[in-house]
Each structure stands twice: as C-alpha cells, then as structure tokens.
Nanobody, 120 residues
C-alpha cells in the first residue's frame, strides 16, 4: 500500500527554523511530483511548495525566499526546510504525491499531516 509519512513538525519560535520530512513507500517515488500543503484552523488547505521529478520547484508567494523544498530519490523522501518562521505559518503540513495521467486526471496521495506551531 501507499504511505506518505511526515515528520519533523513541532513548536518553534518566530524567526526560527524547522525541517520537515516525508518518507514515501508503495510508489515509484522518482516519477512523482512531490509537494507540501498546509491547513490552518478555519482555513482552506493551500499549496506551499512542489518539486517535480525533474526538480523544478514552485512556491507559494507567502513562503517564497523562506522555504526550500528538496527531494532525495535514493531515500524516497521529500523535505521542506522552513526558515524565518512566522506565527502565520502555523498549520498542519501535509505531504502530497502527484502523478499526471491524462488531461483532468492524476494519481494523488496524501500523508497524515504534521503540526507546525510558530509561537513565542
């Protein structure tokens, strides 16, 4: 079965840093676009960053310049390095794996989420 398991969340002070990891199994990891999404209380889930199989990256404007997404295909793991954290970054962060199949169709998997809390 497919599993995406996030880790690395926790409590951090404003201005601090945190690195999230997502370990994938049950998929051919190297061909999937991997991503991080987040959902704050009372808010819609939003895209944070993606990294394609070719390592092209995409970031939400709100995190651009502060967050870095990367992947290690040998470890079937995608990372999210978060620097200069702000209280508004507080959310549950979800790992996503996405494989394009055809127009309007893709194979998508989600992790269980990991809590990131930015507070003094």
């Amino acid at each position: 079965q497919v599993q995406l398991v996030e880790s690395g969340g926790g409590l951090v002070q404003p201005g601090g840093s945190l690195k999230l990891s997502c370990a994938a199994s049950g998929i051919i990891f190297s061909i999937y676009t991997m991503g991080w999404y987040r959902q704050a209380p009372g808010k819609q889930r939003e895209l944070v960053a993606t990294i394609s199989s070719r390592r092209n990256t995409n970031y939400a404007d709100s995190v651009k310049g502060r967050f870095t997404i990367s992947r290690d295909n040998a470890k079937n793991t995608v990372y999210l390095r978060m620097d200069s954290l702000k209280p508004e970054d507080t959310a549950v962060y979800y790992c996503n794996a996405d494989l394009f199949i055809s127009s309007g169709s893709s194979r998508v998997y989600w992790g269980q989420g990991t809590q990131v809390t930015v507070s003094s």
